[in-house]
């Protein structure tokens, strides 16, 4: 509890000096600039795993903004080794902020692990401020697991998971490339309890309306990540287009 209460000292801390240092024009990531109203992206990914072992995929994602506020979304993804089909819903409004965003957004989410016969529904909302050089996000989920082998199923339902995360970037987030760290309980298509993810992302604007973008997510097992035995590590490799 010590540790988490330091964490969310320091997001706090940083959050003034964000904000001064952020005070050139910025519309945010998931920005309608009045030109586009659809975003398609695209990865493939790979990477290990200590429970399944090497692994690989695709994800696609479609979002649409419907006004400069409100956008609705959906996600799916196949990874092969573990056997797994996702799929998600996301819709959002965003609130414009002095030196940046906040976004409301809730998510259905669905995924089936077919090595397992194990399948995973999670509903989430969260808020997410998002600044030139600083995003946090804050949140709850209900995540339900069941399972239906030879016949016989059970089931299981964490009412409450609370959502964290907290990203940086090296530079102001509308420069064409950036680099940037993260640490979060979530990713496109799960969320956990207290295990936590470390990671690097990036993004290069090739031409638009163009962008590479990449992600090193690293995820240590036990309890707020304190055990050193790694549980997964992977690599995301991606292109995303506005239209």
Known sequence: MKKIITFMSLLFMLLPVSVSVSAQGYSGERFYDGEH???ISGYVMGGSNVVTGGFGGLS???VRHFTPRWFLGGDAQMQFGKKLFSIDATGGYRLPVKYGNIYFTG????NYYGKFGFHEQAYNLSATWESAYVDIRIGESIIHYHSHVW???WGYTEPLTFTFGFGVNIRHR?????LGLF????DQFYYENWN???GLRWHARVKEPWTLFGELNVRPAGSISQLASKYE??????LRYKM
């Open 196 to 198: 936590i993810n470390w």
């Open 183 to 186: 640490i979060r309980n979530y």
């Open 107 to 110: 998510k259905i989410m669905y």
């Open 174 to 178: 509308n420069n064409p490339w950036n």
């Open 151 to 153: 016949g016989k199923g």
């Open 233 to 238: 590590t992977s690599m995301k490799i991606g």
């Open 60 to 62: 696609g994602t479609y």
């Open 37 to 39: 109203k659809n975003v």
